[in-house]
């Protein structure tokens, strides 16, 4: 007997849904970073067994959107909901119950959090979902993970597998260079400028020692494009170096990375635009 299914991580914004992925998958798939909605897109990964086929999904934080980039975000919380087998929805101990919620799964960040709280926060939840299975975990140090796997693992429908069983993910290469860009952008600027910032790779060339790779970052603003460049280019150097540090390790080459700032103040409400990035409207 061969199972297979769907088992998509939702929740609301920065409660370690990126960092669960991972750990089930035991491959840094996702970027992670402390800012709220540093996951913009449904990102799979894949475990595969003799007889089983785990299709994790990670998904954006559930937010109110404010821009056509977030209706974009949620239309892939949406999908994931819709093609579901099992639905591990993450909290981060001492959340509250959102107004819209009809799904549940484990506590997240256990290992921060006062045992009290934990308590009372599985009560709350588990009184409105009584059909729920609630595990506490801790997604940063895999704090029973092996649980929440075995426990997808029994639940997971007959079914053959969906992708080959050498696949780890849905997204190409090209798209990972991005998100390690991405990532450092959110980590070493502050304020509006990594919400404003979307990386789109132009060219990505295989050589015989190296990967040449040629990006742009879109600002939504000419302030914005000055801070990511920073006195004299310094800015930009320092993302440059640390991202291709990271896809060096990534692709398991020698990398060359052409980074530019362009600015286009209305990428996040602009459809076209959005598509070119990969967004589905
Ligand atoms: N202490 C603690 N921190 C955690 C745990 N899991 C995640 N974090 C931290 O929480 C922050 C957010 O983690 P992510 O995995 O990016 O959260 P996310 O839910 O994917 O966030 P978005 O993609 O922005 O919605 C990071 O700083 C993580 O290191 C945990 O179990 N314990
Ligand atoms: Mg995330």
Redesign the pocket.
């Known amino acids: 007997m061969h199972k297979a299914g769907f088992v998509n991580i939702i929740?609301?914004?920065?409660?370690?849904?990126?960092?669960?992925?991972?750990a089930l998958v035991k491959e840094k798939l996702?970027?992670?970073?402390?800012?709220?909605?540093?996951?913009?897109h449904r990102i799979m990964g894949i475990i595969s067994g003799e007889d089983f086929q785990i299709v994790y999904s990670?998904t954006?934080?559930i937010i109110k959107p404010h821009y056509k980039l977030h209706e974009a975000m949620m239309a892939q919380v949406t999908s994931a909901l819709a093609d579901a087998d099992i639905i591990l929805y993450?909290i981060?101990a001492g959340e509250k119950i959102p107004e819209q919620t009809d799904i549940i799964s484990q506590i997240?960040?256990?290992?921060?959090?006062d045992p009290a709280v934990v308590d009372s926060c599985e009560q709350i939840w588990a009184a409105q979902f009584k059909n729920a299975r609630i595990f506490r975990?801790?997604?940063?140090?895999k704090?029973n993970i092996q649980q929440v796997f075995d426990e997808v693992l029994a639940l997971l429908p007959e079914c053959p597998p969906y992708y080959s069983k050498d696949d780890l993910t849905d997204k190409p290469v090209r798209f990972f260079v991005s998100e390690i860009i991405r990532e450092k952008v959110l980590l070493l600027y502050s304020k509006e400028v990594p919400y404003s910032v979307e990386v789109f790779i132009e060219s990505f060339k295989e050589e015989l020692d190296i990967i040449r790779i040629a990006a742009t970052l879109y600002v939504a603003r000419e302030s914005q494009k000055a801070i990511i460049l920073g006195h004299k280019g310094s800015g930009i150097k320092r993302l440059g170096i640390e991202a291709r540090k990271d896809i060096e390790h990534f692709v398991g080459n020698k990398v060359f990375l052409d980074l530019t700032v362009k600015v286009n103040d209305n990428w996040r409400d602009n459809t076209t635009m959005l598509q070119r990035f990969g967004y589905e409207l």
């Open positions: 929740g609301s914004p920065n409660v370690g849904k990126s960092t669960l992925m991972n996702s970027i992670i970073t402390r800012k709220a909605q540093t996951t913009r990670d954006p934080g993450v981060e997240n960040k256990i290992d921060a959090t975990i801790s997604a940063l140090q704090i």
